[in-house]
């Protein structure tokens, strides 16, 4: 939804959220937006027309207990923990995005979540994955390793896979997620 909402115009997005979150009627957001109420009406038809465009569609979506899916998941953990960035990127569609709640960084295509992924995040041996389940879709709870060399919470990635690879990886950046999926906050050398 975030990285949706960073693809609309300036006036689109505030029709959407004037609307559709505050729920004003288009007379007020017209007043608001010192424009007509018919502007506003076309504005938040284009909006959710590209709102819905950028969903995953239901029939490319695959279960999260299938086979298939678990092995996507553990070549992601595989890919990720050492660091080979050409495997996880082979996994992703061209079109993927990663969001990270709360940050407002968003990446979206494979190349930019590519270089993301190559610049900032994966360092071998820097991570430790363990495979879960949120909201009935695959996940891993990711740790990181300190200068200790302990591994500390670091965020919970749910993946939406769709038949032809990850399309989203929303990085929940939190140690305060791991306690809902009764994860420790550090894992130590033993643990791994």
Same mark, same amino acid.
């Given at each position: 939804?975030?990285?949706?909402?960073?693809?609309?115009?300036?006036?689109?997005?505030?029709?959407?959220?004037?609307?559709?979150?505050?729920?004003?009627?288009?007379?007020?957001?017209?007043?608001?937006?010192?424009?007509?109420?018919?502007?506003?009406?076309?504005?938040?038809?284009?909006?959710?027309?590209?709102?819905?465009?950028?969903?995953?569609?239901?029939?490319?979506?695959?279960?999260?207990?299938?086979?298939?899916?678990?092995?996507?998941?553990?070549?992601?953990?595989?890919?990720?923990?050492?660091?080979? &960035?050409?495997? #996880?990127?082979?996994?992703?569609?061209?079109?993927?995005? @990663?969001?990270?709640?709360?940050? !407002?960084?968003? $990446? *979206?295509?494979?190349?930019?979540?590519?270089?993301?992924?190559?610049?900032?995040?994966?360092?071998?041996?820097?991570?430790?994955?363990?495979?879960?389940?949120?909201?009935?879709?695959?996940?891993?709870?990711?740790?990181?390793?300190?200068?200790?060399?302990?591994?500390?919470?670091?965020? &919970?990635?749910? #993946?939406?896979?769709?038949?032809?690879?990850?399309?989203? @990886?929303?990085?929940?950046?939190? !140690?305060?997620? $791991? *306690?809902?999926?009764?994860?420790?906050?550090?894992?130590?050398?033993?643990?791994?």
């Amino acid at each position: 939804m975030i990285a949706a909402l960073h693809s609309l115009s300036a006036r689109e997005r505030a029709a959407v959220i004037l609307r559709d979150v505050l729920q004003w009627r288009a007379a007020e957001v017209a007043e608001a937006l010192d424009t007509s109420a018919a502007s506003v009406n076309s504005s938040l038809l284009r909006a959710r027309a590209r709102i819905k465009a950028a969903e995953p569609r239901e029939d490319e979506m695959v279960e999260p207990d299938s086979a298939d899916s678990r092995a996507v998941l553990d070549r992601y953990v595989t890919a990720f923990q050492d660091a080979d &960035i050409d495997s #996880l990127v082979s996994m992703l569609v061209e079109d993927v995005v @990663i969001e990270m709640p709360p940050l !407002p960084s968003w $990446f *979206a295509g494979v190349e930019s979540v590519g270089r993301f992924f190559a610049s900032r995040c994966l360092y071998a041996h820097q991570w430790r994955m363990i495979p879960t389940i949120a909201n009935g879709q695959p996940a891993v709870a990711a740790y990181m390793r300190d200068a200790d060399g302990v591994y500390a919470a670091h965020s &919970i990635q749910v #993946l939406t896979l769709t038949r032809t690879g990850i399309a989203r @990886i929303m990085a929940f950046r939190s !140690p305060l997620h $791991f *306690a809902y999926f009764d994860l420790p906050g550090h894992l130590t050398q033993e643990d791994c």
